[in-house]
């Protein structure tokens, strides 16, 4: 680890550094990218087509043009992952598919989880491996107590997620269980951030899986709003809790990375008060069950690392103004005041 004295450590505490992001083009990885250069890391980023239009933005990144590689790899390419990571101080695992199907979400989660730990342990220069896991991993339990605390001991009971045909989970907490038994297996000094549902100003052109979220309610698509409670945080946080875990020699384990827990009345409401010129919905689909109450989270660890987190309110503010800036939804025209008495 290069030693850079001064002022010049706290401006570029990376600089000396080399560090690979798997699936850098993606929401959460795109942030992270971002905060590394900021930091004077140089950063190898993998993506499925280094050439393609939608990895501008990385491109475009303070930094990027002396210090960033983009370097073509899959999940499932072994060799690909190896020759990005060789020589890297550090890697962050971003990458994992979101889908539904088990087929698509399982098997390549975590195989593409262990490839990246067998190169990392392989490279040999390797200080920590951070792992984007979920808090699906963690807090799909039936069995919770409704006044238990969800924190970094808990984990999501597999057979629930099979059950509910819920593979988004199933393979996160499969992922990551596999990921600790292959970096204890490999002696990787392995650690782990689990996020809630991420928001906030998007880098990259499209719109993912966690934006929509909040896009269905600017668009009209939906009509009403489920009876049903959602961990958020800001993008910027998740990326910062990525860079922190990495950073700090005694980070261990796991990290929830949340602010808030909110109904989505609690979310669509926060939406009409920001921009009431939106088709907000305003009616919940279920009015016939009791109100879902939110469960309690920690998020303690990351605040011990000096993690100020951003109001949740402050992250889908922000989403919406990225949404308004990229065009993906339209800016409403400004009411004309009404004119002054002429009296």
Not at 71 to 90: E, M, S
Not at 222 to 238: C, E, I
Request: glycine share 6%.
């Amino acid at each position: 680890m290069t030693v850079v004295g001064g002022d010049d450590a706290a401006a570029a505490p990376g600089r000396g550094q080399t560090v690979c992001v798997t699936g850098a083009g993606g929401y959460v990885g795109s942030w992270i990218v971002k905060l590394l250069l900021e930091r004077g890391y140089a950063v190898r980023g993998t993506v499925r087509n280094p050439d393609d239009a939608k990895n501008a933005h990385l491109r475009a990144l303070p930094g990027a043009a002396e210090r960033l590689a983009l370097c073509k790899a899959d999940l499932l390419d072994y060799d690909a992952l190896r020759a990005a990571v060789a020589g890297c101080h550090g890697v962050f695992h971003t990458a994992s598919p979101v889908t539904d199907d088990p087929e698509e979400m399982v098997e390549p989660a975590v195989t593409g989880t262990r490839y990246v730990i067998d190169a990392a342990a392989e490279a040999g220069t390797v200080r920590r491996v951070v792992l984007t896991s979920s808090i699906g991993a963690v807090a799909m339990d039936p069995n919770r107590a409704p006044d238990a605390v969800v924190d970094e001991s808990c984990w999501s009971d597999l057979e629930f997620c099979k059950k509910t045909k819920n593979w988004y989970c199933y393979g996160k907490a499969v992922a990551e269980q596999a990921s600790w038994e292959a970096a204890a297996a490999r002696g990787v000094d392995l650690v782990v951030v689990n996020p809630v549902l991420v928001q906030g100003p998007a880098l990259q052109p499209t719109v993912n899986a966690s934006l929509m979220h909040v896009l269905k309610y600017l668009n009209g698509s939906a009509k009403t709003y489920a009876n049903a409670v959602q961990a958020y945080v800001h993008v910027r946080d998740a990326a910062d809790a990525h860079v922190r875990v990495f950073e700090a020699p005694h980070a261990a384990g796991r990290y929830i990375c949340a602010d808030a827990v909110l109904h989505r009345e609690d979310v669509v409401r926060t939406l009409r008060k920001f921009f009431p010129d939106y088709p907000v919905p305003e009616r919940c689909s279920d009015e016939v069950n009791p109100r879902k109450q939110p469960y309690k989270i920690s998020n303690q660890k990351l605040r011990d690392l000096g993690l100020e987190f951003t109001p949740a309110a402050q992250a889908l503010y922000d989403t919406v103004i990225c949404f308004q800036e990229k065009g993906i939804i339209p800016i409403p025209a400004p009411t004309p005041s009404p004119e002054p008495d002429q009296a």
